[in-house]
């Protein structure tokens, strides 16, 4: 008989998680490319974290995402961080090495700038102020990304201030913030206006923050992506701005890591798009 192969194991690790699209995706990659492996959810909580970690190698884990609560905590478990992950401050995507180890990375921000690319072609990141609402771990995410990417200065705005106070000392003098009530304030100036907070999700309370500031010029990403397409991304299409909506940074923060555990480099295409959907 000939002997198989053991079939490489992954999965998105979060609690909740039944709602996570990342099964959908990942499993369109691997029928796709004809990849042996298998991609599932699994709701862990935070206290049975690391055990879970330790034990999933064993199995034939590969390695895993992580997803809401378990970013954070992440760092403390890894035995092995990435800067980019350290400035950030949370880790979505570990790999399991064959030396026993667990490596932490975070692909948010390149999920967000290859999005922001993808949807926006044209945009050059000197070209003016980036504004940003929110200051959460996407926040962090996202900041660092156009920081990396050469924006000259990113206005903050968020509905607790301190949390906005507190990114501006990590990330440096690039940063000014602006009260919650005076976010609309922001748009005026900015190339780029993005949301990365929860406010216009299905279920959630609406982004109020007046958007009579943009100008055709102005690309508007919103993090969310149920709806597709958000309050304020309709408004800014009424604008004539450029918009990108969410979906796609869920996509591109997908591949580098099926990349190290599959050993195939996927693409973001509208197939991939219609399987997130599904």
């Not at 599932?40 to 935070?46: A, F, G, L, T």
């Not at 954070?72 to 180890?101: P, Q, S, Y």
């Not at 926006?120 to 900041?143: C, D, E, K, Q, T």
């Amino acid at each position: 008989m000939t002997e198989l192969k053991r079939i490489p194991l992954a999965g998105v690790i979060g609690s909740p998680i039944a709602h996570s699209k990342s099964p959908q995706v990942h499993g369109h990659w691997l029928k796709t490319y004809g990849i042996a492996g298998h991609y599932i959810p699994m709701d862990v909580s935070p206290e049975n974290l690391e055990s879970v970690l330790r034990t999933l190698p064993k199995a034939g884990f590969v390695g895993v995402n992580l997803t809401i609560p378990h970013k954070e905590k992440v760092m403390g478990i890894a035995d092995l961080v990435t800067d980019r992950a350290i400035l950030i401050g949370a880790a979505n995507t570990l790999i399991f090495r064959k030396d026993g180890k667990i490596h932490a990375d975070n692909t948010d921000g390149y999920g967000f700038i290859e999005n922001l690319k993808a949807g926006a072609p044209h945009w050059n990141p000197r070209s003016g102020p980036a504004a940003v609402l929110g200051a959460g771990g996407a926040a962090r995410a996202v900041i660092c990304s156009l920081i990396d990417a050469g924006v000259p200065e990113i206005y903050l705005s968020n509905r607790t201030r301190v949390r906005a106070e507190q990114l501006q000392r990590d990330f440096g003098n690039r940063i000014r913030v602006f009260d919650w009530v005076k976010a609309g304030n922001m748009v005026d100036d900015a190339a780029l206006l993005v949301n990365t907070t929860s406010l216009g999700m299905i279920g959630k309370s609406e982004l109020r923050v007046p958007l009579d500031g943009l100008r055709p010029h102005t690309i508007v990403t919103d993090l969310v992506y149920t709806p597709l397409k958000t309050k304020m991304l309709q408004t800014a299409e009424e604008y004539g701005c450029v918009t990108v909506d969410g979906l796609g940074m869920l996509l591109h923060q997908a591949v580098p890591g099926f990349e190290r555990w599959f050993g195939k480099r996927p693409e973001v295409d509208r197939a991939t798009r219609t399987a997130a959907l599904r």
